[in-house]
């Protein structure tokens, strides 16, 4: 009996142990590829936290001044300081462009690729960093900002 009661206990401590690999979600499950964006956005609130640092942004249509809030997953902590940031990187009220792909259910959430903050282009430590678009240069228009009308994706 004590034989079985300790191989569930171990069974169980395994279980509980391995819980966070199994909700982790890949790139593709979430975003999709094909709905690149840059948007260039006022940052409202930074969560620097394992095991994503999400980056929120205002983000003002051009044309009707009607502001949209976007979330942008990033990588981890760990990651993020690799490439050089700090906890202080973003700060709120400050202008940010960020280059990502949208949530692939059209939602106001976002991969990271990059975000370039007073003229310097970071790494976001994300899922799709080391992931090429295909077909798809950075340097070419993309979705800029809402109702700005230059993007290549709806």
Same mark, same amino acid.
């Given at each position: 009996? !004590?034989?079985?009661?300790? @191989?569930? &206990? ?7 142990? @391995? ?15 094909? !709905? ?44 993020? =300081?690799? !490439? ?11 202008? =940010?462009? &960020?280059?990502?792909?949208? @949530? ?5 959430? @976002?991969?990271? !690729?990059? =975000? ?17 678009? =295909? ?20």
């Amino acid at each position: 009996m !004590r034989t079985k009661l300790t @191989a569930f &206990v171990a069974i169980m401590g395994v279980s509980l142990l @391995a819980e966070p690999a199994f909700s982790h979600h890949s790139f593709a499950a979430e975003y999709d590829q094909n !709905r690149a964006l840059k948007l260039t956005g006022t940052v409202i609130k930074v969560e620097w936290q394992n095991p994503h640092t999400y980056l929120y942004i205002d983000v003002t249509d051009k044309k009707s001044g009607k502001v949209t809030s976007w979330t942008f997953e990033m990588g981890s902590p760990s990651g993020l =300081v690799r !490439r050089g940031w700090t906890p202080e990187t973003a700060k709120i009220g400050m202008t =940010v462009t &960020v280059e990502g792909a949208q @949530a692939q259910n059209g939602s106001n959430r @976002a991969n990271a !690729r990059n =975000v370039i903050i007073n003229g310097k282009k970071l790494g976001a430590a994300s899922s799709q960093e080391l992931q090429p678009y =295909v077909g798809l240069d950075f340097n070419q228009p993309v979705i800029d900002s809402l109702g700005a009308g230059q993007g290549t994706n709806p």
